[in-house]
Structure formats: C-alpha cells, structure tokens
T-cell receptor, first 114, second 112 residues
C-alpha cells in the first residue's frame, strides 16, 4: 500500500542554519504531496503542497519539490528561526479502494536554538 | 472564516465515565476524520466518515464511538471501554484527499 517515510528526529539546528527534512513515498498513481506543521499543543496546519511531478510548493520560506523519479518530497528552508521549532509531517493523498484519505509520515521534530 | 472547531480544548474524565468531544466544520466538506496522537507519536486513525449517516472504523476504533447526523458535525465519544484514553485528539475534514486535510486545534483528554 501507499506509505510515507521521513527522516528520524529530533533535529536540532542553530538559528539561521539550513534545514532539510527528507521525505520519500511509495504510491500507485499520482498522489498529491503535502507538508504539515504542528506547533506545541496545536493541531496540524498545511504548510505547502504539490499536486504533480516537478511542482514546487512553497510557503513562509519553506520549499519542497515533487520528484517522481526519486519518489521524494524533501522539505528545505534556507535560514531557520526559533519560531520554526515544531513537528513536521510529510503526507500524501490516497484515493484508495475503500475510502479517500491522507497518509501521514511519523513526523520529524525540529528544535531551533538561538 | 471557514474552519473546524473542536471543543473543549481540555477535558478531564473520571474512571468509568463516557465523554464526548465535539467537532464542527463550516467548510462544506463531505469527509471527516478523528485521529489520536500520543506524546511524541504520529497520528492514528480512530473513525472516518465520507458522507452523512455513514462512518467506518479506523485502525484503533475499540472503546470509541461516533455519529454523523449532520454534514457539519462529527462528535467522538470516548467510552469507559477505552482503557487508556489520555491523549490529544484531532478532528480533520476534506472535500477530496488531493486537497489535503483541514485540522481542528485539538482536544487534550486526561483521565483523573
């Protein structure tokens, strides 16, 4: 079945460092791909999405490119801030045989220190 | 503004008690979902509903029940049969999975 794999956390970076969180997926068909962010004590928020191969999603300085040849959707940011400390979830759409759903990776915790 | 409202934000349950978590959306989404999140863990699906008056069990439905009498509402009841209910509960909705989910802000349930 469809699945999402993310790099293990936690990830700790200094402020202004470059961020990469790796995400690879297994899917049949052509899913949409997403990154969600969860700040402490809150629900998940959609950070960015891409709906087809070679699309680049971007928001708040974060970017991810839908790479069908490598089945990847890595999240990047050029200069992280303390306020970026959160848990990041990679996800894909799955129309499935039984019901329509989004499949989430396990999440990667990011801590940014001043 | 459209969105999903979960209430209450914090809920305390005594042993042997049933409690109901509210989830209301004004996004006109057909599909709604309940997830459980334990500390440092990912999301686990409890129940989902694709249309009104229809719902299905997810991966961890034991000890939980739901109803979907209105498109806007998908309440979750945590019954006394759920032996370890302390967790963070998230409700989500979508018109289509390619759109992604919209989440509520969550309810933190604690057994006292």
């Amino acid at each position: 079945g469809n699945s999402v794999t993310q790099m293990e956390g936690p990830v700790t970076l200094s402020e202004e460092a470059f961020l990469t969180i790796n995400c690879t997926y297994t899917a049949t068909g052509y899913p949409s791909l997403f990154w969600y962010v969860q700040y402490p004590g809150e629900g998940l928020q959609l950070l960015l999405k891409a709906t087809k191969a070679d699309d680049k999603g971007s928001n708040k300085g974060f970017e991810a490119t839908y790479r069908k040849e490598t089945t990847s959707f890595h999240l990047e940011k050029g200069s992280v801030q303390v306020s970026d400390s959160a848990v990041y979830f990679c996800a894909l759409s799955d129309h499935g045989t039984s019901y329509d759903k989004v499949i989430f990776g396990p999440g990667t915790s990011l801590s940014v220190i001043p | 503004d459209g969105g999903i409202t979960q209430s209450p934000k914090y809920l305390f349950r005594k042993e042997g008690q049933n409690v109901t978590l509210s989830c209301e959306q004004n996004l006109n989404h057909d599909a709604m979902y309940w997830y459980r999140q334990d500390p440092g863990q990912g999301l686990r699906l409890i129940y989902y509903s694709q249309i009104v008056n229809d719902f299905q069990k997810g991966d961890i439905a034991e000890g939980y029940s739901v109803s979907r009498e209105k498109k806007e509402s998908f309440p979750l009841t945590v019954t006394s049969a759920q032996k370890n209910p302390t967790a963070f509960y998230l409700c989500a909705s979508t018109p289509d999975s390619d759109y992604g989910y919209t989440f509520g802000s969550g309810t933190r349930l604690t057994v006292v």
